[in-house]
């Protein structure tokens, strides 16, 4: 299963890397919501779908581009959760950082996660509760790792007043600025030690991410306390999350 998932996301994102590389064939459309997709997103999309389908037919899928499934994975025990193309931002104006990301959901909690950065070959994932990362054929276990003062990353595209004002707060911190769910990533491999996020967040965008820093040691704490981070499906819960706080402590 591992080598089939890791397979499966890798070659997801050696599609998107091909547009990527080849502008003339880049096709951009908006959705309802007025947010960016494009043809990357759809053909990354429909290669995971049918891997998944093949792999685990009686699991639901729910994925960002076709999330009229979500009534499929209403009260399910378990489904997966994926974003074919997550930085779409990124992607479009020709910043590297953009990912795949797959995520098994189980009673509401991500067990399982795999997010693939194609332009820099690099797969990081979560099994058996050990985080890793492979590169280049090599791989390594990941583990967070506490630094005073912290290094913060934050989303390119979503500055605010209440992130700068929250940031201010920490003395000495290095910024930096990435798309993505890669932020994630280094968390978990201890180049950073902080990704705040304010604003409400898509259940797929976080969904792997947060499996991966779990198993690495770290933290997802939702900045509602009221408001728990989780993916279950109902009735009643929208397919956000509230704002959180990604860190090592």
């Known amino acids: 299963m591992l080598k089939q998932l890791s ?18 064939s880049l096709n951009i459309f908006y959705k309802i919501d007025q947010s960016f997709v ?17 792999l685990t037919p009686n699991i639901p899928i729910l994925s960002e581009e076709n999330n009229l499934d979500i009534q499929d ?19 479009i104006n020709n910043y590297y950082e953009f990912t795949v990301n797959i995520a098994l959901i189980e009673k509401g909690i991500p067990v399982l996660g795999f997010i693939y950065a ?9 099994w058996e509760g050990i985080s890793w990362k492979e590169k280049d054929g090599i791989k390594k276990k990941i583990m ?27 003395n000495n911190a290095k910024i930096i600025k990435l798309g993505s ?45 009221e408001k728990k981070i989780d993916y279950i499906i109902s009735s009643k819960k929208s397919i956000f999350n509230p704002g959180f706080i990604a860190s090592v402590l």
């Open 118 to 126: 194609p332009m820099y070959n690099t797969l990081y994932y979560t």
């Open 73 to 91: 994975c209403i009260s399910c025990s378990k489904y997966w959760l994926i974003d074919p193309l997550d930085g779409t931002k990124d992607f």
């Open 38 to 54: 494009t043809n990357a997103d759809y053909i990354s999309e429909k290669i995971i779908i049918k891997g998944l389908k093949r």
């Open 181 to 225: 769910a890669l932020k994630f990533c280094l968390l978990a491999e201890g180049k950073i030690q902080l990704y705040p996020r304010f604003g409400r967040t898509a259940i797929w965008d976080i969904a792997a991410g947060h499996a991966i820093i779990s198993a690495a040691g770290g933290f997802l704490r939702s900045m509602i306390p």
């Open 7 to 24: 397979f499966l996301i890798i070659q997801a994102g050696h599609e998107i890397k091909n547009i990527y590389e080849k502008k003339n």
């Open 144 to 170: 967070v790792i506490d630094q005073n003062p912290p290094t913060i990353a934050i989303s390119r595209f979503h500055n605010d007043i209440e992130l700068n004002k929250y940031i201010s707060t920490i």
